[in-house]
């Protein structure tokens, strides 16, 4: 356990540092409403320093460390708004490969840590299997189909398509570029673009299965899941980052010649909101010291991922209101945070959505 709390303390560290030397909110700001929602420049440092390849286990290239390393990285990189492109390609992406058992998880797997593989699993709006199926043609396949929700889809190298076949749900890794293949977004509510694809009679061979139709759509939960425990540390890192800017601000701001940090409602607003994000770092570390087994990493996913998204959008909403009159601006920081946190709490299911999975699971009558 030392050694593993040095590797993250490195990796805190290195986050941070990071964070400090990159354009912050201002970089933020320059891509807005562009392609493909984050700087390149960014992507070529995530990819020198190695991490693209954190999940990715050693004998396939990768640093091989696991889901609280990786959480470590995206929390701290969440407060400088920098957790793109590591979640969608570096987490899930990479993860759906992992646990897949075709060949062309042996042969992308090696490629992700370098940046020469970018996969993006493809999925529908409400994260169920997109409308995309398979049929046998000429020692391959042929796929045709739409998926509505492709994070990382506008610049990803290969998608990772959840197909069914006749003989049950196989995920193809399709290169991006293939003929067939054509892509278009929607804009998110931190204005960052999230993809969708159609795939028009595209032609794969059986080098292009990453998963068979016994692993498929385990290796698609577990991913899944995976992923909504490390998103959990980002908004994590959101929350950490408003509240900070919400009471440096009540320190300054005066109203009738007074700190307004110094009036007691507004202190005991603050302190709930303290004690919302302990609340949350607790169900982040629940999570992550039980996701190692697959029977108990949907409930980890569950809470860590719905504690996190509450949290993030209630400081997020109070934050706001602390702020007065300019919390509500466009040119305020405070307000891409905001709207980071609430593209973030969406993305795989919102708190509404994990309770919804906790019912449906039975584990609200165990």
């Not at 957790?83 to 990479?94: M, Q």
């Not at 209630?314 to 300019?326: N, T």
Request: glycine share 10%.
């Amino acid at each position: 356990m030392t050694a593993q709390n040095d590797i993250i303390a490195e990796l805190t560290a290195g986050a941070q540092r990071l964070v400090a030397d990159g354009s912050g909110p201002a970089g933020v700001r320059s891509r807005r409403g562009s392609v493909p929602g984050y700087d390149p420049v960014h992507l070529a440092l995530l990819t020198e320093l190695g991490w693209l390849g954190i999940l990715v286990p050693e004998d396939d290239g990768g640093i091989g460390l696991g889901l609280a390393e990786m959480a470590a990285v995206v929390r701290e990189l969440e407060k400088g708004l920098m957790g793109d492109p590591l979640l969608p390609f570096a987490v899930l992406g990479a993860r759906a490969l992992v646990h897949g058992d075709g060949p062309a998880r042996a042969a992308l797997l090696p490629q992700v840590p370098t940046g020469a593989c970018l996969p993006a699993l493809a999925l529908d709006l409400n994260c169920t299997r997109p409308s995309v199926a398979a049929a046998a043609s000429a020692g391959g396949w042929r796929l045709s189909g739409h998926a509505t929700s492709v994070a990382g889809g506008v610049s990803a190298t290969h998608v990772l398509v959840p197909a069914a076949a006749p003989d049950g749900v196989r995920l193809f890794a399709v290169p991006a570029d293939k003929a067939g293949v054509t892509g278009t977004h929607l804009w998110r509510a931190d204005d960052t673009p999230l993809g969708q694809v159609t795939l028009a009679d595209v032609v794969v061979s059986p080098q292009d299965v990453a998963a068979t139709p016994a692993t498929a759509e385990a290796a698609i939960a577990r991913a899944l899941d995976e992923t909504r425990i490390v998103a959990a540390a980002g908004l994590l890192g959101l929350s950490e980052r408003m509240l900070a800017m919400t009471l440096d601000y009540m320190g300054i701001r005066k109203q009738y010649d007074q700190l307004i940090g110094s009036f007691q409602a507004l202190q005991h607003k603050a302190v709930d909101l303290y004690i919302d994000k302990e609340r949350a770092i607790a169900a982040l570390q629940f999570g992550l010291s039980t996701s190692g087994d697959p029977a108990t990493l949907p409930l980890a996913a569950v809470r860590a991922k719905g504690r996190c998204s509450d949290t993030a959008c209630r400081v997020a909403r109070d934050a706001i209101q602390l702020h007065g009159a300019i919390g509500f601006t466009d040119e305020h920081d405070l307000g891409l945070y905001v709207k980071r946190a609430l593209t973030l709490s969406a993305w795989l299911g919102n708190a509404g959505d994990q309770r919804r999975r906790f019912i449906d699971m039975g584990w609200a009558l165990a």
